[in-house]
């Protein structure tokens, strides 16, 4: 196979998707979108599926913003015949400590100031809003009824077909085996299946982006980190918001099948491509679940996976254009919140490869951050 | 009594309540892969893990590309075999 396109696009998730369609829908033509395994098979598809906007950055608040106010309308705005099951059920995000209350009140304050409907609930209130939660050891804390759920699926397949519709190919069950470039010029990928000619090489492939950049000789500072989850079977809708700790370093959701879908951070995960399940997630997992929300016990698991964080010193995203190299621009890193914020994020790469002034600011975000020493940790993450 | 328009309806899934005609459907959209047809259906999501519907959408698929069945890859099966209360994981002797 010996073709030619006017844009790459590596990796077949939501941000992957989301960039072809944002850039086919500003008139831009032969995109091509490259996928290893199927859609979906990589960092989205393993998520927890929970979209908010309660962050503690100002830049991850607004892109979270905008990109839930997209959710809101995406079904429509993708003409997708089938549903994204978008719910707006809230986030509950729980204080055990002072410093947690503190940092939360601080987030608040940068909430608020971007317009997010988020709130202080003491203990009792946080009871009203979650009826089974155990309030033991809990100081209080903070609530935004506009988070929610949304399915990782239904979105990349309503991306997708949006975009194909608008004329972009997507090769499935296709490697990308290494980058091709020449005098600081991408000139193409080369695959499984041969070469693809190309100026402008879009890279979205979660941890995976690391192995390729190092072909041109790109250092990313990306590390793989496994993040394990579980699901239980449907039951009657109990549960509105997403149950959040970072003390627990977990999370808790119904989403609207019915099931429960809960997943766990663990600080002392080696940092590898491992993507198998362990038992010890799994008595860990219903331990903590069971403590915070006693119902569940009675609930049975019926699966659980493990997926990847693609890891940045910061927890930060790196978006932009890689410097040195033309034709390279960078959607990767986004450390375990990448779905929810996909809908803004692939609007703005797509302004930013067809060189138009962004949306938001995107620059805080570029690669160039590292090596300068400007990092800035986003804290509020499990 | 079954009504008319139910007089053909065959389960593919029991846990999740997919139809053949479901199945058929999206087949006929082009999705061949058993990996996209899971999660787009929830097709073998369910409690038995795809112990029924797999070997059933697998014969489908090898009919609709002409496959053989040996041919059709099977999704990944994921832990545990049998779905089990998180009461017991968590150590309660009160849920076994």
């Given at each position: 196979?010996?073709?030619t396109?006017?844009?790459?696009?590596?990796?077949?998730?939501v941000?992957?998707?989301?960039?072809?369609?944002?850039?086919?829908?500003?008139?831009?033509?032969?995109?091509?979108?490259?996928?290893?395994?199927y859609?979906?098979?990589?960092?989205?598809g393993?998520?927890?599926?929970?979209?908010?906007m309660?962050?503690?950055?100002e830049?991850?608040?607004?892109?979270?913003?905008?990109s839930?106010?997209?959710?809101?309308h995406?079904g429509?705005?993708?003409?997708?015949?089938?549903?994204?099951e978008?719910?707006?059920?809230?986030?509950?995000?729980?204080a055990?400590?002072?410093?947690?209350?503190?940092?939360?009140?601080?987030?608040?304050g940068?909430?608020?100031?971007?317009?997010?409907?988020?709130?202080?609930?003491?203990?009792?209130?946080?009871?009203?809003?979650?009826?089974?939660?155990?309030?033991?050891?809990?100081?209080?804390?903070t609530f935004c009824?506009?988070?929610?759920?949304?399915?990782?699926?239904?979105?990349t397949?309503a991306?997708?077909?949006?975009?194909?519709r608008?004329?972009?190919?997507?090769?499935?069950?296709?490697?990308?085996t290494r980058?091709?470039?020449?005098?600081?010029?991408?000139?193409?990928v080369?695959?499984?299946?041969?070469?693809?000619e190309?100026?402008?090489?879009?890279?979205?492939?979660?941890?995976?982006?690391?192995?390729?950049?190092?072909?041109?000789g790109?250092?990313l500072?990306?590390t793989?980190?496994?993040?394990?989850?579980?699901?239980?079977?449907p039951?009657?809708?109990?549960?509105?918001p997403?149950?959040?700790?970072?003390?627990?370093?977990?999370?808790?959701?119904q989403?609207?099948?019915?099931s429960?879908v809960?997943?766990?951070?663990?600080?002392?995960?080696?940092?590898?491509?491992?993507?198998?399940?362990?038992?010890?997630?799994?008595?860990?997992m219903?331990?903590?679940?069971t403590?915070?929300?006693?119902?569940?016990?009675?609930?049975?698991?019926v699966?659980?996976?493990?997926?990847?964080?693609?890891?940045?010193?910061?927890?930060?995203q790196?978006?932009?254009s890689?410097?040195?190299?033309?034709?390279?621009?960078?959607?990767?890193?986004?450390?375990?919140?990448?779905?929810?914020?996909?809908?803004?994020?692939?609007?703005l790469?797509?302004?930013h490869?067809l060189?138009?002034?962004?949306?938001?600011?995107?620059?805080m975000?570029d690669f160039?951050?590292f090596?300068?020493?400007?990092?800035?940790?986003?804290?509020?993450?499990? | 009594m079954?009504?008319a328009?139910?007089?053909?309806?065959?389960?593919?899934?029991?846990?999740?309540?997919?139809?053949?005609?479901e199945v058929?459907?999206?087949i006929?959209?082009?999705?061949?892969?058993?990996?996209?047809?899971k999660r787009l259906?929830?097709?073998?999501?369910?409690p038995?893990?795809?112990?029924?519907?797999?070997?059933?959408?697998?014969?489908?698929?090898?009919k609709?590309?002409?496959?053989?069945?040996?041919?059709?890859?099977l999704?990944?099966?994921?832990q545990?075999?049998?779905p089990?209360?998180?009461?017991?994981?968590?150590?309660?002797?009160?849920?076994?």
């Amino acid at each position: 196979m010996n073709k030619t396109a006017d844009y790459v696009i590596i990796g077949g998730g939501v941000i992957g998707c989301s960039i072809a369609y944002n850039l086919a829908k500003k008139g831009a033509k032969n995109i091509l979108l490259i996928e290893k395994k199927y859609l979906t098979s990589g960092a989205t598809g393993r998520c927890g599926a929970g979209v908010r906007m309660q962050f503690g950055t100002e830049t991850n608040c607004l892109l979270a913003k905008n990109s839930i106010e997209i959710f809101e309308h995406l079904g429509e705005e993708l003409d997708y015949q089938d549903s994204i099951e978008f719910k707006q059920g809230g986030y509950l995000l729980l204080a055990y400590t002072e410093k947690m209350v503190e940092q939360f009140h601080k987030n608040l304050g940068v909430q608020h100031k971007l317009g997010i409907p988020s709130r202080w609930v003491t203990p009792e209130e946080a009871k009203e809003i979650v009826p089974h939660l155990n309030t033991q050891g809990l100081l209080g804390a903070t609530f935004c009824g506009k988070d929610g759920h949304c399915n990782p699926f239904k979105t990349t397949d309503a991306y997708a077909k949006a975009a194909q519709r608008l004329g972009v190919e997507i090769l499935t069950y296709t490697e990308v085996t290494r980058l091709l470039a020449r005098e600081g010029k991408i000139t193409g990928v080369e695959t499984s299946r041969g070469v693809i000619e190309t100026p402008t090489v879009i890279l979205c492939a979660g941890s995976y982006s690391r192995d390729l950049a190092a072909t041109i000789g790109i250092e990313l500072p990306l590390t793989p980190e496994r993040h394990q989850i579980l699901v239980t079977e449907p039951v009657e809708m109990m549960q509105g918001p997403m149950v959040m700790s970072f003390y627990h370093g977990l999370y808790c959701q119904q989403v609207p099948h019915g099931s429960f879908v809960m997943g766990l951070g663990d600080p002392n995960e080696p940092q590898e491509y491992n993507q198998n399940g362990s038992w010890q997630f799994l008595h860990e997992m219903a331990a903590k679940a069971t403590f915070i929300l006693p119902p569940l016990a009675k609930l049975r698991v019926v699966r659980q996976w493990a997926g990847l964080y693609d890891l940045t010193p910061d927890r930060q995203q790196i978006l932009g254009s890689m410097p040195d190299f033309e034709g390279v621009h960078l959607a990767a890193g986004f450390s375990g919140h990448g779905f929810m914020i996909a809908p803004m994020t692939g609007k703005l790469m797509a302004e930013h490869i067809l060189g138009e002034e962004t949306s938001l600011p995107i620059s805080m975000f570029d690669f160039t951050r590292f090596a300068r020493g400007e990092l800035f940790v986003e804290p509020s993450v499990v | 009594m079954c009504e008319a328009k139910n007089k053909d309806l065959i389960m593919m899934c029991r846990c999740e309540d997919i139809t053949l005609d479901e199945v058929r459907d999206y087949i006929n959209q082009g999705i061949t892969d058993l990996e996209q047809l899971k999660r787009l259906l929830r097709i073998g999501m369910g409690p038995c893990q795809g112990r029924t519907c797999t070997p059933l959408v697998v014969n489908e698929l090898a009919k609709a590309t002409g496959r053989p069945v040996k041919e059709i890859p099977l999704t990944v099966f994921r832990q545990p075999t049998t779905p089990v209360k998180l009461g017991v994981l968590a150590g309660g002797i009160d849920y076994e």
